[in-house]
C-alpha cells in the first residue's frame, strides 16, 4: 500500500484532476495507439480498440488508493474483459509518452478556448468603437492630458494590440501540436510502429521527431504561459483605463455589473471590472509558478513539468477566462458620457499640438518656434487666469503672430484637431472608418482560422470514438 501522506498529498489529487479533465484525452491516445498497432498487424489490437470505444462511454471507477493511477485503472479494466487486448494495447507505450501525449491534447483544447473568447471580445471592441466613431476624448500620457482623440481610435488600438496576441495564441498552437506517441519512455521502440499514422488519428501536425525530447521538453507549456501572461498583461492595461473612466463618470456599466453601497446611496461600484483586474493578475501570478515548475528540472525528469504543472495550469486558463468575459460583458452595452468627454476636449488644453501646427503653417514660422510661441501663449494665459479657448488673435499678435479669428477658432476646436488627423492610423472619422473595416476583415479570417483548426480537433475524435 501507499504510504498515507503521498496518497493525499500526490495520488489521490492527481488521479481527481485527469478524471476530471484528462479523460477524453486518454481515451484518445490508447485508442489511436491501438488503431496504429491494429494497422501494423499486431494480434488483438483491433480487439483493444473496440473495448476503449465501449469503455469510454461508461462511468469510470472512482479512486481505488491500490490502483497508482487512471492509466492503470485502465488498464485494469481492459484486463478483466480482455488480457490479450490489454497486453496488445500495453506494445510500445509508456506512461511517459501517454502523459505529454495527453497533457498536449488537453492544452490545444485550452488554448483554442481561450483564443476563441479573446475573438469574441475583439467583436465587442469593434462593436464598441463603430458606435464611438465620433466620440472625441481626451488622450493621456504620462497621467497628464496629452491630445484629442475619439474613442473609437482608443478601441481600436486595444484591439490591434489582441489581434496580434491572437497571433500568439495560433503560433503557439504551431509549437504545441506536436504527437510524443511513440517515444515510450524516451528511446523509442523496437516495434515496428507508425509514429505519423498515430499522429494523424490524434489530429496533430506531426510527430516530435527526437524520442528525447518528445517526453522531455516542457519548453511549450512555459510559452503557453508566456503567451497567457503578455495577453493578461494587455487587457490589465485596459482594465485599468475603463476603471478610471468609470471613476469620472465618463463611461458607466449596465446594473447587473455594478454593486451598490451598504451606506452610500450613490454609489454604482464596477465591481465586473474590478473582479476582471483581479482575474488577470492572478492568470499572471500562476503562470510564474508553471515557469518555475520547468526551472533547473533535468532534462528527462517529467514529473515537475508532467502531472504537477497541470493544475497551476488549469487555474491560469480558469482565472484569464473569467477575466476575459468579465471583460467582454462590461464593454458589450455601457453607457458612454459623450458630453463629459467632449467638454474635457473644450475646456482643456489638449489641442495645443494643432495651434502651433497652424502657426507653423500659416505664419511663417518653422514647427520649433510655433511650439515656443504656443508655450509662451499658455504661461501668459495661466498667469492671467484664463482658459486657452479664451485665447484670441491679439493675445497671439503680442507674441508676434498673425493667425486669422477662422483659423483660431478651428486650432482649437477638438472636432477639427480629430478630423484633420487623417493619417494611416490616426483617428479622423473616415481614416476610422476603414480602419475598422480592416479589423473586421482581420478578425473575420482569424475567427474562419480557429473554426477550421476546432473542427478538424473535433473530427478526429469523433472518429477515435468510432462515430466515423
Same mark, same amino acid.
Given at each position: 500500500?501507499?504510504?498515507?501522506t503521498?496518497?493525499?498529498?500526490?495520488?489521490?489529487?492527481?488521479?481527481?484532476?485527469?478524471?476530471?479533465?484528462?479523460?477524453p484525452?486518454?481515451?484518445d491516445?490508447?485508442?489511436?495507439?491501438?488503431?496504429?498497432?491494429s494497422?501494423?498487424?499486431?494480434?488483438?489490437?483491433s480487439?483493444a480498440?473496440?473495448?476503449?470505444? *465501449?469503455?469510454?462511454?461508461t462511468r469510470?471507477?472512482?479512486?481505488?488508493?491500490k490502483?497508482?493511477?487512471?492509466?492503470?485503472t485502465?488498464?485494469?479494466?481492459?484486463?478483466?474483459?480482455?488480457?490479450?487486448a490489454?497486453?496488445?494495447?500495453?506494445t510500445a507505450?509508456?506512461?511517459?509518452?501517454l502523459d505529454m501525449?495527453i497533457?498536449r491534447?488537453s492544452?490545444?483544447?485550452?488554448?483554442?478556448?481561450?483564443?476563441?473568447r479573446?475573438?469574441?471580445?475583439?467583436?465587442?471592441?469593434?462593436?464598441?468603437a463603430?458606435?464611438?466613431?465620433?466620440?472625441?476624448?481626451?488622450a493621456?500620457?504620462?497621467?497628464?492630458?496629452a491630445?484629442?482623440?475619439?474613442?473609437?481610435?482608443?478601441?481600436?488600438?486595444?484591439?490591434?494590440v489582441?489581434?496580434?496576441d491572437?497571433?500568439?495564441?495560433?503560433?503557439?498552437?504551431?509549437r504545441?501540436?506536436?504527437?510524443?506517441?511513440?517515444?515510450?519512455?524516451?528511446?523509442?521502440?523496437?516495434?515496428?510502429?507508425?509514429?505519423?499514422?498515430?499522429?494523424?488519428?490524434l489530429?496533430?501536425d506531426?510527430?516530435?521527431?527526437?524520442?528525447?525530447?518528445?517526453v522531455?521538453?516542457?519548453?511549450? *507549456?512555459?510559452e503557453?504561459a508566456?503567451?497567457?501572461?503578455v495577453?493578461?498583461?494587455?487587457?490589465?492595461?485596459?482594465?485599468?483605463?475603463?476603471?478610471?473612466?468609470?471613476?469620472?463618470?465618463?463611461?458607466?456599466?449596465?446594473?447587473?455589473?455594478?454593486q451598490?453601497?451598504?451606506?452610500?446611496?450613490?454609489?454604482?461600484?464596477?465591481?465586473?471590472?474590478?473582479?476582471?483586474r483581479?482575474?488577470f493578475?492572478?492568470?499572471?501570478?500562476i503562470?510564474q509558478?508553471?515557469?518555475?515548475?520547468?526551472?533547473?528540472?533535468?532534462f528527462?525528469?517529467?514529473?515537475?513539468?508532467?502531472?504537477?504543472v *497541470?493544475?497551476?495550469?488549469d487555474?491560469?486558463?480558469?482565472e484569464?477566462?473569467?477575466?476575459?468575459?468579465?471583460l467582454?460583458?462590461a464593454l458589450?452595452?455601457?453607457?458612454?458620457n459623450?458630453?463629459?468627454?467632449?467638454?474635457?476636449?473644450?475646456?482643456?488644453?489638449?489641442?495645443?499640438?494643432?495651434?502651433?501646427?497652424?502657426?507653423?503653417?500659416h505664419?511663417g514660422q518653422?514647427?520649433r518656434?510655433?511650439?515656443?510661441?504656443?508655450?509662451t501663449?499658455?504661461h501668459?494665459l495661466?498667469?492671467?487666469?484664463?482658459?486657452?479657448?479664451?485665447?484670441?488673435?491679439?493675445?497671439?499678435?503680442?507674441?508676434?503672430?498673425?493667425?486669422?479669428?477662422?483659423?483660431?477658432?478651428?486650432?482649437?476646436?477638438?472636432?477639427?484637431?480629430?478630423a484633420?488627423?487623417?493619417?494611416?492610423?490616426?483617428?479622423?472619422?473616415?481614416?476610422?472608418?476603414?480602419?475598422?473595416a480592416?479589423?473586421? *476583415?482581420?478578425?473575420?479570417?482569424?475567427?474562419?482560422?480557429?473554426?477550421?483548426?476546432?473542427?478538424?480537433?473535433?473530427?478526429?475524435r469523433?472518429?477515435?470514438?468510432g462515430?466515423?
Open positions: 500500500m501507499w504510504h498515507e503521498y496518497l493525499e498529498t500526490v495520488l489521490k489529487p492527481d488521479y481527481a484532476y485527469a478524471s476530471e479533465h484528462l479523460l484525452h486518454l481515451f491516445a490508447l485508442t489511436a495507439h491501438s488503431l496504429m498497432l494497422t501494423q498487424q499486431l494480434p488483438h489490437a480487439a480498440v473496440e473495448l476503449l470505444q *465501449q469503455l469510454r462511454v469510470f471507477p472512482l479512486y481505488d488508493p490502483v497508482e493511477d487512471v492509466f492503470f485502465l488498464d485494469q479494466q481492459l484486463a478483466a474483459q480482455n488480457p490479450q490489454a497486453g496488445a494495447m500495453r507505450l509508456s506512461r511517459n509518452d501525449t497533457y491534447l492544452a490545444r483544447e485550452r488554448l483554442l478556448r481561450a483564443a476563441l479573446l475573438l469574441n471580445l475583439r467583436l465587442t471592441l469593434l462593436d464598441l463603430g458606435r464611438e466613431i465620433e466620440t472625441v476624448m481626451v493621456y500620457t504620462h497621467h497628464q492630458p491630445q484629442p482623440t475619439t474613442l473609437a481610435h482608443y478601441l481600436a488600438g486595444l484591439e490591434n489582441l489581434s496580434r491572437t497571433e500568439r495564441m495560433f503560433d503557439a498552437l504551431r504545441l501540436n506536436l504527437s510524443p506517441m511513440g517515444a515510450v519512455a524516451l528511446a523509442g521502440t523496437s516495434f515496428p510502429i507508425d509514429r505519423q499514422l498515430t499522429s494523424q488519428l489530429a496533430f506531426r510527430p516530435i521527431e527526437n524520442t528525447y525530447d518528445a522531455s521538453a516542457s519548453d511549450w *507549456q512555459v503557453l508566456c503567451t497567457i501572461t495577453t493578461a498583461t494587455t487587457l490589465s492595461r485596459g482594465v485599468h483605463d475603463l476603471l478610471l473612466w468609470a471613476s469620472r463618470g465618463l463611461l458607466t456599466l449596465e446594473d447587473g455589473l455594478v451598490g453601497s451598504s451606506v452610500m446611496p450613490q454609489k454604482r461600484n464596477p465591481v465586473a471590472l474590478e473582479h476582471a483581479t482575474k493578475s492572478k492568470a499572471i501570478g503562470t509558478s508553471v515557469i518555475l515548475s520547468a526551472h533547473n528540472v533535468p528527462g525528469d517529467i514529473n515537475d513539468p508532467g502531472p504537477d *497541470q493544475p497551476p495550469l487555474t491560469m486558463w480558469r484569464f477566462r473569467e477575466g476575459v468575459e468579465l467582454t460583458a458589450t452595452r455601457p453607457s458612454i459623450r458630453a463629459a468627454w467632449l467638454k474635457e476636449a473644450e475646456t482643456g488644453e489638449s489641442v495645443v499640438t494643432e495651434l502651433a501646427d497652424v502657426i507653423a503653417r505664419a518653422d514647427f518656434h510655433a511650439h515656443a510661441i504656443v508655450k501663449l499658455l501668459h495661466h498667469l492671467a487666469g484664463r482658459g486657452l479657448s479664451s485665447t484670441t488673435p491679439e493675445d497671439l499678435a503680442k507674441l508676434g503672430v498673425t493667425v486669422s479669428p477662422a483659423d483660431l477658432q478651428h486650432a482649437l476646436d477638438p472636432f477639427t484637431f480629430v484633420a488627423r487623417t493619417t494611416y492610423g490616426g483617428p479622423a472619422p473616415v481614416t476610422m472608418e476603414g480602419a475598422l480592416n479589423a473586421r *476583415q482581420r478578425l473575420h479570417e482569424d475567427f474562419a482560422r480557429h473554426n477550421e483548426v476546432t473542427q478538424r480537433f473535433a473530427d478526429a469523433t472518429r477515435l470514438e462515430g466515423l
